[in-house]
């Protein structure tokens, strides 16, 4: 079958523009075969690749990139490894408290993996266990953190909630007027970090780069994946491409990939960091869900990230940024009136696959083809997690974790087009405007 979208992400991200650069690996070349082929070099991908790799060490573990590593959708995010599960459709933000206690599990699971591989490996990517801040400054926002306080409390988990006149301490901006922090959240710069996960990986593990797969056929004991140079049969392939999934046959019509916007500064002079205040580094997420992401970063750079769209192919539309680089400024502009001469650096699109359920796939997709795909958002931890528990799972091993993630229901199917992009379009249009001052 042929593959119909590639990915194709701007060239402004600048997470991938302020990591150490790194000599990519060479794209594929000729006929090869081997045991195991991965998908996808972000987070799902390498967790996946490098369990393997460690399970099944007398065979080579192909992974397979079709853009350069840490320039795709791992390495455009706000860089948040969440640990607190957050069920945006319970009354109290966590809903069940059995299913809230494992995928609690599943996400502290993907900071510990992550952790000991930045300290094995010496990877610079700014990781700091600093917590997280969820602000809000409107009503609306204010009562979802009096409900995910309620939750917290039933889950049995430490947080602190912080008024108008105290988050300046914390935050330097008198913008917010309350903030429910919690200590579990570590922040990280994402596009370091995957590279650095990409260099570290064991010696059985080959890595191609700008090697995006053009067809695929797929056999009851083989699968070939045919690229611009040539073709590569996998005895087991493991799709970690979340929603290009959809573009090898699998989960189609089921995920949607909505793209978010990041802005960062230069940064900062000592003069205007102390004009700012607050800690030296930390991140704030918005009580409303379309609000905007802040982070003040360890090399004193301040990122915001805001706006949404709806690109059903997965690829990047250049005609947004400039139109939410203006939306960028606005809310720059609320939270830090102390710093009007900061001007941002780089500006860029992300795209997060999300399912209409909140529910990612786990498991055989075909005969000898699996997949973890639809991370909902989540793909620092949850990528992390998921990519090394199928690697497990194929090799024999399973627990408490992929029996869970083994009974998930999956996604759900999506209306069909033209009534999905109308109604994405639309909840998009009406969610950024609800927010308010919160945007």
Known sequence: MKVHSLPADDASCGWFHLSAPRTPRPSHRGHSEAPWVVVGAGFTGL??????????????????????????????????????????????????????????????????????????????????????????????????????????????????????QELPQHLGTHFYRRALYTPGAVLVQPSALVKGLADSLPANVTLYERTPILDVDYGYDRTRLTHAGGSITAHRLVLANNSFGQHFGFLQGRMLPIFT???????????????????????????????????????????????????????????????????????????????????????????????????????????NVYGALGCNGLGVTRGTITGALLADWLAGQSNDLTDFLLASPGPNANPPQPFLSAGVNLNLMWGQRRAGRES
């Open 47 to 164: 967790a996946a690749a490098r369990q393997l790799a460690l399970n099944f060490p007398n065979d080579e573990v192909v992974l397979v990139e079709a853009q350069e590593v840490g320039l795709g959708p791992s390495g455009r995010n706000a860089g948040f490894a969440i640990d607190l599960p957050h069920d945006i459709g319970a009354p109290d933000y966590i809903g069940d408290i059995a299913v809230a206690k494992i995928v609690l599990k599943l996400n502290l699971a993907g900071q510990t993996l992550l952790r000991q591989q930045v300290e094995a490996n010496g990877i610079d990517c700014q990781m700091t266990a600093c917590g997280k801040y969820q602000a809000a400054v409107e009503e609306r926002g204010l009562a979802v953190l009096d409900a995910y306080r309620g939750g917290l409390d039933k889950l049995e988990q430490p947080y602190q909630m912080l008024g108008e």
């Open 261 to 367: 916007y990041g802005s960062i500064t230069r940064p900062l002079t000592e003069e205007e960091q102390a004009r700012l205040g607050g800690k030296p580094y930390w991140g704030a997420i918005p009580a409303d869900p379309f609000g905007t992401t802040v982070r003040r970063t360890p090399d004193h750079r301040l990122l915001i990230r805001n706006s949404f769209s709806f690109n059903p192919d997965g690829r990047s539309n250049p005609k947004y940024l400039q139109r939410f680089l203006q939306r960028h400024k606005a809310s720059f502009a609320r939270r830090f009136p102390m710093l009007p001469n900061v001007d941002f650096q780089y500006t860029w699109g992300g795209a997060l696959a999300m399912t209409r359920n909140h529910s990612g796939f786990f498991g055989q997709l075909a005969p």
